[in-house]
T-cell receptor, first 117, second 112 residues
Framework: NAGVTQTPKFQVLKTGQSMTLQCAQD?????MSWYRQDPGMGLRLIHY???????DQGEVPNGYNVSRSTTEDFPLRLLSAAPSQTSVYFC????????????????FGSGTRLTVV | KQEVTQIPAALSVPEGENLVLNCSFT??????LQWFRQDPGKGLTSLLL?????REQTSGRLNASLDKSSGRSTLYIAASQPGDSATYLC???????????FGSGTRLLVRP
């Protein structure tokens, strides 16, 4: 089925370890983004991209890196995991521009639950 | 800076009741507003999207309205069912950005 696919679904890391959260979409969306969701904090934007080769920081970018080499993929890298990065991570995508393409809104993946011990 | 607020934070109703969830935003220069549903431990499922030029959108038992001038959107759920129990989130996209700004959500429980 078309949509946003996130892997892995669950991950436990030790403090200081690195890992990459994968996100892939098959809807030819230009815009892709990463959010983290924490109790009492809601969903907060980490990084986003409006096309291949273009990335920018969101609200809470520290400790995370991203790159966008293809339209389909937008991986999120944790370089040195910290307990404060324990969270649920969501990837979302959408079309950019105006008009009918934006009638489809944003599509979210099912999330990655990350625990850093 | 856009701020999105959802009231109430939690709501418990008996099955069959009609209910309204509220979403307010501080900056009326929104491009669109989207309502999502999130089940415990799951991702976000899009329910309805309202463009800034629209007043309302309907899907089945759901109706979402938008009043930019007052900075409000409402999600109306008719004849609620236990399967409607979930957290409902609204999110606005601003004219100048592709970013979504989320409210903190309303946790709905529909009692059999």
């Amino acid at each position: 089925n078309a949509g946003v696919t996130q892997t892995p679904k669950f991950q436990v890391l030790k403090t200081g370890q690195s890992m990459t959260l994968q996100c892939a979409q098959d809807m030819n969306h230009e815009y892709m983004s990463w959010y983290r969701q924490d109790p009492g904090m809601g969903l907060r934007l980490i990084h986003y991209s409006v096309g291949a080769g273009i990335t920018d920081q969101g609200e809470v970018p520290n400790g995370y890196n991203v790159s966008r080499s293809t339209t389909e993929d937008f991986p999120l890298r944790l370089l040195s995991a910290a307990p404060s990065q324990t969270s649920v991570y969501f990837c979302a995508s959408s079309y950019v521009g105006t008009g009918r393409r934006l009638n489809y809104g944003y599509t979210f993946g099912s999330g990655t639950r990350l625990t850093v011990v | 800076k856009q701020e999105v607020t959802q009231i109430p934070a939690a709501l418990s109703v008996p099955e069959g009741e009609n209910l309204v969830l509220n979403c307010s935003f501080t900056d009326s220069a929104i491009y669109n507003l989207q309502w999502f549903r999130q089940d415990p431990g799951k991702g976000l499922t899009s329910l309805l999207l309202i463009q800034s030029s629209q007043r309302e959108q309907t899907s089945g038992r759901l109706n979402a309205s938008l009043d930019k001038s007052s900075g409000r959107s409402t999600l109306y759920i008719a004849a609620s069912q236990p399967g409607d129990s979930a957290t409902y989130l609204c999110a606005s996209r601003m004219d100048s950005s592709y970013k979504l700004i989320f409210g903190s959500g309303t946790r709905l429980l529909v009692r059999p």
